[in-house]
């Protein structure tokens, strides 16, 4: 057949070079959609091959080939190959799918390793096996039973960007046998593996060792079994005949081990003789020592003895000994024993090397963090791997290792401190980026960041034939890092910061060189990878092969007992590198069990179980099994069971599975099973503990890790003693999806809502199917799909409730309904994406299948925070109703199928993370059938008067607070459920809940008491630093009631108490109280148990676990010390300065009477530069720019307000203060030189940001305080929620941070231009006290009012706090007024009432952005952007009582036109300006580019009637579309100050009289909405009035 390409191909693609070459189109932007198939159908034996021409390294995933039975000429082409279905095998990284799933595992070659010029071919053979040919290799049979008439299939993938057909044909033997002898030359680079002199790459060369190794052995009955510490076998069956009894499997066990154990003897001291040899010339036998001589022949001559000599034993040989059997011998070529890569004995002056030099630490890691610069040995050769291992790390430093290539030589090196001060020939990874000679040329070079690296980690590079650059992390190519590098380079390790203690790893290739001897083996026995029965070399098969440890186990731990135990002999010194493994791999439904012989009590943590699919004799094992995170599939790796958890791959799948392996004591027993079905379970003594994980691989070893406090274990023979495994039944579907151990499906009753097994791709679920996550979720933004399990019923409400969120990516969850079954949905990458049947809620929009239906629905789910509650609901109508914290967000769409099955969706999407579905889910009351409304899903209701005690937002991982912090609900498994209340309790004062709902499916109930632990203390994320029940908190003291039990840490104080807490249920109370002689009280029902415990500190606050049954519990006590005393914090009244609505009212006199205020004044400790005086009250700086930090004496009470005006600025400077809180004593503080350097408990506000300890935790965060004007008042207020606010000028900012300590101080920095700032006492004059209220309400001149309220674009501020002190926009703007000359008399004389609108000013404000005036009200926008000058209002307008009914409005026009406009008191037509609209590059007198004049005099005379016609003039109720350059031209002046060119437009604010006017569409003909709060139907106002328009002022705007 042709060698050429369909002509119909993927939408991305290209075809050339006559069909020959395809090409993707955008490969950086796009990295699918390039398929393309074979012209014509292959014909059996011909090799369809491509040659990959381009790669780049901004995808993951490669090139994937295969074969279709789908004829091209009519396929709908999908995305990717992995999506074609109805009879397509293909091959892709190194696993086979056939119709899109997975059928086997790695298989041949990994395509994603594949460099540019490597050819890759398909093949159908003539017996309907489909083959993968790699640069002329074949890799064996991927698949059988394959149809005729298949089509050829590549997918340029990914990295994979262009690939050229090279021939369709047979291929000959020569070419085979060249090609795969230069494979073997390609891979394994500088050295050769030689068996029995015939190197492994020759056609046939295993063969003729095994033919060899059978010529001259025994009989097969003199086979010994393989003694449990030898890896290979001593002899080879003398043929290879069925009828010896050797299978196909047993034979490939042979020959893999054999190979396997060449490759050990390379690494462990050289080969064994052949032909009658006894062994290698190995000296003292230790391992890594290379044998310098060999039996068996040799390559290069390098061995001095061969052929039947007698070679010198040392004292331990890796040869089995004896004669007369053949052995495979094995030597390495080219690299003699000295040549070995090693760190150069000269290195930093704090480095200590040691393993021969493979080894180096840095010494005095807690005190030093530089001077650990180490180098090769020598230079790097062409496509050397040079890979260490992480051994330790301290986490006293921020920076972790670098590593990278230098040209110095380091013999003549003078070694820098670190690698990165040297500026010449050398190149680092530091961090994810790349630095050359010191500076970075790469900020993001990859996803993986060397500072986040864990021990056991490893790192490598690569300097390739082409000169390109490689960096390598625990395996995975980084792609180039340089493109050219030098010839001759050194590697260059610096340990640095964190970074301690690395070893250079020599072994990395053996995992690529079993994966190349698998597909070798694949060639000769196409069933090689199915479950097939362990090797057995002994006639007698009646006795199963015992499990034993495998020799080859951590670095602190040790084998005995002929390997049935293990242990950490040093437990007490070490708590790690205690891995061993499985001497062979389990069968299925093969226990493996271990006892637990052993324990220490000085570590944390304990025993971790699993599997892995790693062979021990090869595999580098790590300091703990969970940083083994090899493995790319779901299907590949280690499973491991860690304390109550299951980790696949160093990820947590499941977070609530089983009994908790660190409570585990000597003698208890654990063990693991693999079934048939490649389900994983676990046993804690002998109970089982469920499923833990599905599509687990078969042919996998057992794995324990002695961590922690397990010093010892022993395999447990008896496993006939465990019950039998249970038959997992479950309704409905019985086929569950990987990592999804714990969905369910069907189910009648109410909560028996759930997730469906069936999601997308990167979804797990667990938590019996109440939970699911994103793995992945920083490197993974989509493909997190998951649906219900079954459909809504009407007036149902499917409420989830957000767990976790990343602020990695833009947007978040989307959620909605669909009628697609989960069966029959092909889950997409988002849910967008399906084009019928199904109604989505993302962002604010509301979308139907695809389409965008309407904007600006009632909620933003892209706003929403962990712990927000989104739900959804269908009313028996067909409206889809949604939910945000259990408010109805009203009607999102009407016309849902009535009757047809919708099920809820839920897309993990961008920011979310994690989500559990809430027990409100299930039936609403019957009114949700037909009505609109609905309750709230947890009802709060104060059961008493006062202020309610509220719960602390510190808690465990599994609870969401709701109702303002007075409920607590536990929202998955049956732990982690503690809470405390918000403050400390006096004494007598009780703090009591009311149980809400009870889960019978646990035991156990809810426990409750007092603790000395400050929840403040705690760590700031809630799912950490807090123990998974209240009886294992040991942090503080804690004194409980658990059951009928008093504990106190956990300790047995008291039995028999009073009534057990088991015994509750729904709607009984528990309260908890410290009463005045230090006795802790329970109350049950208001009925007090007694004195339960004594001696209890005075400063405890109350805890309670939701534990067990317990899921739900609300506060119903309320503390009665501060009923009287809790005010809201005072707030400026929105009429006295904003530009507010009509409908605000003034607070009553004033600012609220607070209770108690404390007097606050400064302390006398503070910063250098500060001068303090009047009584402490007045704080100024009185040198230098910094230096000023200053903070209260006192603590800031809860709810009091702490306010200070600034009263001088110094423009010499930049920037401004800062203010915030300090929650430790400042009295003995040592103050820095900013407020930015404190870092200790500290909330600062700088600019527009909030920081905590240094980080910025949020930004765009109210006004921008550099720009503050002298006489701003600035406020701190923490409310009852331990929430700190901002007050401006008496303005509430919002919430700035949450969790603030008791007690905090005020803190200020007089940084940069702010010098001086005074207390404001309650006998001051603030802006909102009385004063400002009466002014406002009497003295306000009447050009300020227009109706009985203030007009709402004249905001008046008081004299000392006019922002255009120092505004520098709005000084701008004013000197652009000063060049157009325009009389004063037409401005206001008093300048306060000019208003600038940027975004600082409008901000400091707090204007909103839309407002209403006239009768009948109408909206306009504020004019923000732009700079108001106030013109002088006629006498006659100023009483007028109709003028107070007018609206708001604006007109753009030409800086010409302005003085005609002002003249005449009222707007012209654009066409009766005696200027055009557009602008001249010439300058005028005074500065800026005036228009051409065009004189209305040289009109003819009809013309001259026309222009004096009532001109026709454009309004608008925004400066959005007014503003636009087709109404207000640009014209271009030079600040007379700075002499910078800018440009400028003008317009006018006008009042216009109702009625006058028509409202009509835009004339511009956009498409875009211009104003979100004006339709462009409705957005210009024509008007030919003449009186109906009053200028009220001029704007500007300057860019």
């Known amino acids: 057949m042709a060698a050429e390409l369909h002509p119909c191909s993927g939408k991305l693609i290209g075809l050339s070079n006559s069909n020959r070459t395809a090409q993707r189109n955008q490969p950086v932007q796009e990295f699918n959609n390039g398929l393309v198939l074979s012209r014509e159908p292959l014909k059996d034996r011909d090799v369809f091959t491509v040659r990959i021409d381009k790669k780049v390294n901004s995808w993951s995933g490669s090139i994937e080939i295969g074969v279709t039975s789908l004829d091209p000429a009519g396929l709908d082409f999908p995305s990717s190959a992995t999506g074609l279905k109805g009879g397509s095998w293909i091959v892709s990284g190194c696993s086979v799918l056939r119709d899109g799933r997975s059928v086997l595992e790695e298989y041949g070659r990994d395509l994603d390793q594949l460099s540019e010029g490597d050819r890759v071919g398909i093949q159908r053979s003539a017996h309907g096996e489909l083959h993968l040919w790699v640069n ?31 021939s369709c044909e047979p291929p000959s033997l020569a070419e085979r046998d060249t090609e795969r002898e230069t494979v073997e030359e390609h891979e394994q680079e500088d050295e050769e593996v030689v068996v029995c002199g015939v190197r492994e790459g020759e056609f046939g060369g295993l063969t003729s060792a095994v033919n060899l190794a059978a010529a001259t052995n025994g009989t097969l009955e003199e086979v010994p079994e393989l003694p449990p510490t030898h890896n290979r076998p001593d002899k080879f069956p003398n043929n290879l005949e069925p009828e010896t009894g050797l299978t196909e499997h047993q034979l490939f066990d042979v020959l893999n081990n054999a190979i396997v154990s060449l ?281 199963p092969d015992r499990l034993l440890f495998h020799s080859n186990c951590g670095q602190k731990a040790a084998i005995i007992s002929e390997g049935r135990t293990a242990l950490r002999p040093h437990a007490t010194d070490d708590f790690n590198h205690g891995v061993v493994l499985s001497g062979r791999p389990l069968r299925s439904n093969e226990v493996f069990q271990v006892r637990i012989d052993k324990m220490v009590d000085k570590w944390a943590g304990s025993i971790e179980i699993g599997v892995t699919t790693h062979n021990p004799a090869y595999l580098q094992l790590p300091s703990t099994m969970t940083n083994l995170r090899s493995g790319n599939t779901n299907q590949s790796g280690t499973w491991m069971m860690t304390g109550n958890g299951v980790m696949h791959n160093g990820t947590t799948i499941l977070d609530e599975y089983g009994h908790n392996l660190d409570r585990l004591k000597a003698g208890d027993t654990v063990g693991v099973v693999r079934k048939e079905d490649g389900s994983l379970h676990f046993f804690v003594n002998g109970v089982a503990q469920g499923p833990a994980a599905w599509n687990v691989p078969p042919s996998v070893y057992a794995v324990v890790d002695l961590y922690g406090q397990a010093a010892q274990a022993t395999i447990m023979d008896d496993v006939a003693d465990l019950p039998p495994l249970p038959e997992d039944s479950l309704e409905g579907p019985t086929v569950m999806s990987p990592s999804s151990p714990c969905s369910v499906a069907g189910g009648n009753s109410a909560n028996d809502l759930r997730f469906h097994q069936l999601h997308g791709t990167n979804a797990v679920i667990t938590n019996g199917g109440r939970t699911a996550l994103r793995q992945n979720c920083r490197s993974e933004f989509n493909d997190a799909i998951v649906i219900s399990n079954r459909c809504l019923r009407d007036g149902e409400l499917f409420e989830i409730v957000i767990q976790k969120m990343v602020d990695r990516w833009s947007g978040s969850i989307e959620a909605g309904v669909t009628a697609i079954r989960p069966e029959e949905l092909e889950f997409p990458n988002t849910m967008t994406d399906i084009d019928y049947d199904t109604w989505m809620l993302s962002g604010t929009a509301i979308m139907q299948d695809g389409n965008t239906m309407r904007n600006n629905y009632g909620c933003d789910l892209d706003t929403l925070t962990t712990g927000s509650r989104i739900g959804m609901m269908r009313s028996a109508t067909g409206d889809l109703h949604y939910y945000i914290n259990g408010v109805d967000q009203g009607v999102a769409c009407t016309g849902l199928p009535p009757g047809k099955e919708v099920y809820a969706v839920i897309d993990l999407y961008g920011q979310c993370v994690q989500v559990s579905i809430t027990s409100s889910s299930g039936p609403q009351d019957n009114s949700l059938c037909t009505s609109n409304i609905t309750e709230k899903s947890f009802s709060i209701h104060s059961p008493v008067a006062g202020v309610a005690h509220r719960l602390h937002s510190k808690h465990g991982k599994n609870v969401v607070l709701l109702g303002e912090g007075c409920q607590a609900v536990r929202v998955g498994g049956y732990a982690h459920g503690i809470v405390f209340s918000a403050k400390e309790l006096k004494t007598d004062e009780l703090f009591e809940v009311k149980i809400d709902e009870v889960d019978d499916q646990w035991s156990g109930s809810l426990h409750m008491g007092l603790t000395t632990l400050a929840p403040p203390e705690l760590p700031s994320c809630p799912m950490s630093g807090l123990s998974p029940s209240l009886t294992q908190l040991r942090c503080k003291v804690t004194w409980l009631l658990a059951g009928s039990e008093v504990r106190r840490n956990g300790l047995l104080q008291r039995q028999n108490y009073g009534a057990s807490l088991d015994r509750l249920t729904v709607g009984n109370r528990v309260g908890v109280k410290r009463c005045s002689d230090d006795t802790m009280h329970i109350l049950i029902d208001g009925e007090d148990m007694g004195p339960a415990a004594t001696a209890v500190a005075k400063n405890v606050y109350a805890v309670l676990d939701l534990y067990g049954r317990v899921t739900a519990v609300s506060i119903v006590s309320s503390s009665v010390l501060e009923d009287s005393g809790s005010v809201k914090a005072p707030s400026l009244s929105s009429d006295s300065c904003s530009e507010g609505e009509e409908d605000r009212t003034p607070v009553e006199g004033g600012e609220p009477a607070l209770v108690h205020n404390t007097v606050m004044a400064f302390l006398e400790n503070h910063g250098k530069n500060i001068q303090l005086s009047h009584q402490n009250l007045t704080a100024a700086r009185v040198s230098s720019y910094n230096q000023g930090l200053l903070v209260t004496a006192q603590p800031l009470p809860r709810q009091q307000l702490f306010q200070f005006q600034i009263d001088r600025l110094n423009a010499s400077w930049t920037s401004s203060l800062s203010l915030g809180v300090i929650g430790h004593s400042p009295d003995r503080l040592n103050f820095p030189s900013t407020a930015c350097c404190l870092k200790r408990s500290v909330w600062l506000l700088q600019r527009d940001s909030v920081f905590h300890n240094s980080l910025k935790i949020c930004e765009n965060y109210g006004p921008n305080l550099d720009t503050c004007p002298e006489g701003t008042v600035l406020g701190l207020l923490v409310d009852g929620n331990s929430c700190l606010h901002l007050y401006v000028n008496g303005m509430d900012q919002g919430v700035a941070a949450q969790d603030i300590p008791t007690p905090c101080y005020p803190l200020i920095d007089l940084y940069g231009q702010c010098e001086q700032v005074t207390i404001v006492t309650n006998t001051m004059s603030t802006v909102g006290g009385e004063s400002g209220e009466a002014r406002c309400q009497g003295d306000m001149e009447k050009a300020d009012m227009v109706d009985g309220i203030k007009e709402s674009v004249c905001w008046t501020p008081h004299p000392e706090v006019n922002p255009n002190k120092t505004c520098e926009y709005q000084a701008l703007c004013s000197r652009f007024k000063d060049l157009l000359t325009l009389p004063d008399g037409y401005f206001n004389e008093d300048a306060k009432y000019n208003l600038c609108y940027c975004e600082s000013c409008h901000k400091l404000r707090g204007d909103e952005s839309y407002y209403k005036r006239g009768e009948p009200p109408r909206d306009y926008a504020l004019p923000f952007g732009w700079c108001r000058f106030a013109l002088r209002i006629k006498p006659h307008c100023e009483v007028s009582n109709s003028f107070k009914k007018w609206h708001i409005a604006y007109h753009g026009t030409s800086v010409g036109a302005l003085r005609r406009t002002l003249d005449h008191a009222q707007l012209l037509s654009g066409t009766s300006s005696i200027f055009s609209v557009s602008p001249v590059k010439t300058e ?57 060119c800018h440009q400028a437009q003008v317009g006018f604010q006008v009042c216009v009289r109702p009625g006058s006017y028509k409202v009509g569409p835009q004339t511009l003909g956009a498409s875009e909405p211009l104003d979100p709060r004006f339709s462009n139907t409705e957005i210009e106002w024509i008007t030919k009035d003449q009186g109906g328009t009053l200028l009220y002022g001029l704007l500007i705007r300057v860019e």
């Not at 002329?136 to 690939?163: F, I, M």
């Not at 080969?271 to 060999?294: E, F, I, M, N, V």
């Not at 500026?423 to 990859?446: A, H, P, Q, V």
């Open 263 to 543: 490759y050990r003897s390379e690494d462990n001291g050289g080969g064994d003789l052949g032909g009658g040899g006894t062994g290698t010339d190995s000296g003292t036998g230790s391992r890594g020592d290379r044998g310098s001589s060999s039996g068996g022949g040799s390559i290069n001559g390098n061995s001095s003895d061969s052929g039947g000599g007698t070679g010198n034993t040392g004292s331990v040989s890796n040869s089995p000994a004896g004669g007369g059997g053949a052995r495979l011998g094995a030597v390495t070529g080219g690299m003699l024993t000295n040549d070995a890569l090693l760190f150069h004995e000269k290195c930093g002056t704090l480095i200590k090397l040691s393993n021969n030099n493979k080894t180096a630490e840095r010494r005095r890691p807690l005190d030093e963090f530089n001077n650990g610069v180490v180098m090769t040995n020598r230079p790097l050769r062409h496509n050397e791997m040079f890979e260490i291992r992480i051994d330790k790390l301290v986490d006293k430093w921020s920076g972790s290792i670098e590593i990278g290539v230098t040209t110095h030589n380091p013999n003549n090196l003078d070694y820098p401190a670190t690698m990165t001060n040297l500026r010449s020939g050398t190149i680092m990874m530091s961090g994810c980026g790349i630095l050359t000679n010191g500076k970075g040329t790469r900020r993001e070079y990859c996803e993986f960041s060397l500072d986040e690296l864990q021990e056991g980690d490893h790192i490598g590079l690569m300097h390739k034939a082409s000169g390109a650059l490689h960096f390598y992390i625990n395996g995975i190519d980084q792609g180039v890092a340089a493109a050219q590098t030098p010839a001759v380079v050194y590697g260059v390790v610096d340990l640095y910061g964190m970074a301690v203690k690395v070893t250079i790893v020599h072994n990395h290739n053996h995992s690529d060189r079993l994966r190349r001897n698998n597909a070798i083996m694949r060639a000769l026995s196409p069933d090689v990878g199915r479950p097939r029965p362990a090797l057995d070399l002994t006639p007698d098969t009646d006795a």
């Open 136 to 166: 002329g290799q074949d890799c064996g049979a991927a698949a059988s039973g394959l149809p005729t008439g298949l089509w050829a299939v590549v997918d340029l993938y990914g990295k994979c960007t262009q690939v050229t057909v090279m």
């Open 1484 to 1540: 005028g007198p005074n500065g800026y580019s005036e228009p051409e004049v065009n004189s209305s005099n040289s009109l003819p005379g009809r013309d001259r009637e026309r222009d004096r016609e009532v001109p026709r003039v454009q309004l608008s109720p925004t400066m959005r579309y007014s503003g636009l350059e087709m109404f207000a031209p640009k014209v271009q002046f030079r600040d007379p100050r700075s002499h910078c």
